[in-house]
């Protein structure tokens, strides 16, 4: 079955430490997209990347990091910047093209700093 | 301004009732908009894409007024399984950004 898969679901970050949340769909699409959600809020986006090797800041950047070297992959890396990282991460793709698409997430990453 | 939003609610709703809310975005840019539903926890999920001036699937019907830059979504004959959290998502003109609302809450009661 085609899909996005997020993992792990839950993590556990240490105050100061770097965790990489994983993030890979068999879907061919090309863009895909970092989201973080707070309790009761809506999505803000992290970083998203449209091509392989080409990634742009979204709006809260600051405080993570991403890569893209295979379409499949975008893992995004919560470095100790972050100085509020308990939250809600949920990864999308969607083609790109000039026309209206549809975005699929993955089930999401639940972080929380102990 | 944020660009793009939603009365965060809650809509208390009667089981069989109607409700409609708005979304306004900011953009004029924008080309299209989506309504997607989350439920608690879980990822969101896309209840209807809004093209031209709008679209009917079943019981929702989902309404995109330019003038005034607002977009709309109507539930008829409310269900309980209808309460959850509807996001409304703007889409970038170049087509490779989506901007999300704060969401609405539903809550649909017996």
């Known amino acids: 079955d085609g899909g996005i898969t997020q993992s792990p679901k839950y993590l556990f970050r240490k105050e100061g430490q770097n965790v990489t949340l994983s993030c890979e769909q068999n879907l061919n699409h090309d863009a895909m997209y970092w989201y973080r959600q707070d309790p009761g809020q809506g999505l803000r986006l992290i970083y998203y990347?449209?091509?392989?090797?080409?990634?742009q800041k979204g709006d809260i950047a600051e405080g993570y990091s991403v890569s893209r070297e295979k379409k499949e992959s975008f893992p995004l890396t919560v470095t100790s910047a972050q100085k509020n990282p308990t939250a809600f991460y949920l990864c999308?793709?969607?083609?790109?093209?000039?026309?209206?698409?549809?975005?699929?997430f993955g089930q999401g990453t639940r972080l929380t700093v102990v | 301004r944020k660009e793009v939003e939603q009365d965060p609610g809650p809509f208390n709703v009667p089981e069989g009732a109607t409700v409609a809310f708005n979304c306004t975005y900011s953009?004029?840019?924008?080309?299209?908009f989506f309504w997607y539903r989350q439920d608690c926890r879980k990822e969101p999920k896309l209840l209807m894409s809004v093209y031209s001036s709008g679209n009917e699937d079943g019981r929702f019907t989902a309404q995109l007024n330019r003038a005034s830059q607002y977009i709309s979504l109507l539930i008829r004959d409310s269900k309980l399984s209808d309460s959850a959290t509807y996001l409304c998502v703007g889409q970038g003109a170049a087509g490779n950004k989506l901007t999300f609302g704060g969401g609405t809450r539903v809550l649909v009661k017996p």
């Open positions: 999308a793709s969607m083609t790109v093209w000039t026309g209206i698409t549809e975005a699929f």
């Open positions: 953009n004029s840019a924008s080309q299209s």
């Open positions: 990347s449209q091509i392989v090797n080409d990634f």
